[in-house]
């Protein structure tokens, strides 16, 4: 009995061996898939150099234009406005400040009534409207949400890009700093910065209401 009972346990380690090889290589690769989802940047367009003269969002003169384009219910523009809202404590020049989300043909007022339009809406001094059909990202070459355009007060193109460092991620980070330089009326070689984010015109988790 001795014997049979050795044996089985001898058996039996190897496959406890095995299972926790495949469970280590699982887990790494799932490691690995995230890692790469939230480093891998999303699409941008052409933005123009100059403020598009066909342009219907309010530009007062003497003040930078800072402009934000979200996808309602993406998740991972929450990292996004958060970054927003600490980036414009360290902004001491005169700017106007535009969140505009996303509303698709054929939805209501109501789909873009998510917690993250609350967030934006809470940040002192931010203009929260709507943008039907895209219309204006389209304008600026936003692409993904989250993407951020930032115009002088006589209307050049100072930045352009995202304001994480990877996919719903907060923290210091070259957009973020960028932004502040431009509005502080500081010389930056660097204008334009890698955005992470959901599409603009694709379909987001809903359950980020």
Same mark, same amino acid.
Do not use: C
């Given at each position: 009995m001795w014997h049979v009972h050795c044996w089985k346990k001898s058996v039996k380690t190897p496959y406890r061996v095995l299972l926790c090889?495949?469970?280590l290589i699982a887990a790494g690769a799932g490691a690995w898939g995230l890692l790469r989802y939230e480093n891998t940047p999303t699409s941008a367009g052409e933005t123009p150099s100059h403020w598009p003269v066909e342009s219907q969002?309010?530009?007062p003169a003497g003040h930078s234009s800072l402009l934000m384009f979200v996808h309602p219910h993406c998740p991972c523009s929450h990292a996004s406005v958060a970054e927003l809202n600490r980036l414009l404590s360290h902004c001491q020049g005169p700017t106007t400040v535009h969140v505009l989300?996303?509303?698709?043909?054929?939805?209501?007022?109501?789909?873009?009534?998510? @917690?993250l339009r609350? @967030?934006?809406e809470a940040i002192p001094g931010v203009k929260v409207e709507l943008d039907p059909e895209g219309r204006e990202a389209q304008r600026f070459g936003a692409e993904s949400s989250g993407y951020v355009v930032l115009y002088s007060p006589d209307g050049r193109l100072l930045f352009s890009g995202g304001i994480t460092g990877s996919r719903g991620h907060e923290g210091d980070n070259a957009g973020e700093n960028l932004v502040i330089a431009g509005?502080?009326?500081q010389l930056v070689s660097l204008k334009?910065?890698?955005v992470f984010g959901c599409s603009l015109q694709g379909e987001c988790d809903v359950t980020s209401k």
């Open positions: 090889l495949v469970w969002i309010e530009r989300f996303i509303r698709p043909r054929g939805v209501s007022d109501d789909w873009t009534e998510t @917690s609350k @967030s934006a509005v502080n009326g334009h910065t890698q």
